[in-house]
């Protein structure tokens, strides 16, 4: 059994949300285990409206922490939240990882303190997934590190080659380093030094600054920012599907003959939209961190909790940690 402690109160549609995702995760994989960590009260409440939890167990948290509050001074004065003791699961081997939808700073302070780096790693990073022509493409860091300097992105890259390979299961995965232009003389000095130590890398498949618009071509498999400009073509990327959809749709509603033809492409659109969903990724994997921890969307509902488990499974049955830790070369 895969052990999945998960953040019940994590998130804007915490606990009911959240539980009926562990729920749907549980039925789709009998060998995930999911250890709901929050108000016990509240949790059973939520869990008698399903039959069948024989491998869905509680651990009472009586603490949360709100997504207005200071990530440091929150898990330092909340010591019986649900992030404190999801984190501690893990740490303590009785969760091979923590999932959970609720301040990303104090989940990654919490993650960091209780947990610790892996060692060499300097920053952990969070490697989120986005859709392409070909496929699922990988971008970090989207948000833990808003300042970098060049050999933090190259750890990066390491770590993200890591992870696409073992658990994406991308062969010698293809690294570009984010930028305004293709040509290594153009961008700021962050980037153009970060690009001589890449290209000195011989353990990885670097091949040189990209743009952001590549991002979808499925050209590349990973994107090296930092977490300021990862951040932000996150929030645009979400944003972008959204757009699409609800213009397309009242584009339908205004012309009969769009309508009628609809009835014709729904199934296409259909597989559009799973296509671009940001609910079918789940999660963002905190890589560089001493143990498996995948942070949700605040907004994530059932299908985007029930997949972020489903992350967090992947990355334990791909030895995520342990593979990073064989790196070795990180300094």
Request: aromatic content about 6%.
């Amino acid at each position: 059994m895969i052990r999945i402690a998960l953040d019940a109160m994590g998130g804007d549609h915490a606990p009911s949300e959240i539980i009926r995702g562990a729920v749907i995760a549980t039925k789709e994989n009998s060998k995930i285990e999911v250890i709901l960590v929050g108000r016990e009260n509240d949790i059973k409440k939520e869990l008698r409206h399903y039959k069948n939890t024989k491998n869905i167990s509680i651990i009472n948290a009586t603490e949360v922490i709100e997504t207005s509050e200071s990530p440091v001074q929150a898990i330092k004065q909340k010591k019986d939240s649900s992030i404190v003791k999801g984190v501690s699961l893990v740490k303590e081997g009785k969760a091979d990882a923590f999932v959970s939808a609720g301040n990303t700073g104090a989940l990654m302070a919490s993650s960091l303190f209780g947990l610790g780096r892996i060692p060499g790693i300097e920053r952990p990073a969070i490697a989120s997934i986005f859709p392409s022509k070909k496929g699922k493409v990988l971008l970090i860091d989207m948000g833990a590190n808003v300042d970098c300097k060049p050999k933090h992105l190259v750890q990066f890259a390491k770590m993200g080659s890591v992870y696409s390979e073992h658990v994406l299961q991308v062969k010698n995965p293809r690294i570009g380093l984010v930028n305004i232009g293709e040509e290594p003389e153009k961008g700021n000095e962050q980037t153009t030094s970060t690009y001589l130590l890449l290209k000195e890398e011989k353990n990885i498949n670097f091949v040189g600054m990209v743009e952001s618009k590549e991002i979808f071509a499925g050209k590349i498999d990973i994107f090296v920012c930092d977490g300021f400009i990862g951040n932000l073509i996150l929030k645009f990327g979400e944003s972008i599907a959204t757009f699409i959809f609800e213009m397309l749709a009242n584009e339908i509603k205004t012309h009969p003959l769009a309508t009628f033809a609809s009835l014709f492409l729904i199934p296409t659109l259909l597989r559009l939209k799973k296509k671009v969903d940001y609910d079918e990724f789940g999660g963002a994997a905190f890589l560089g961190i001493n143990g498996v921890v995948v942070k949700a969307h605040g907004r994530a509902k059932a299908k985007a909790i029930k997949n972020a488990i489903r992350v967090a499974a992947e990355s334990v049955e791909g030895n995520i940690v342990g593979y990073i830790s064989k790196v070795g070369d990180f300094k």
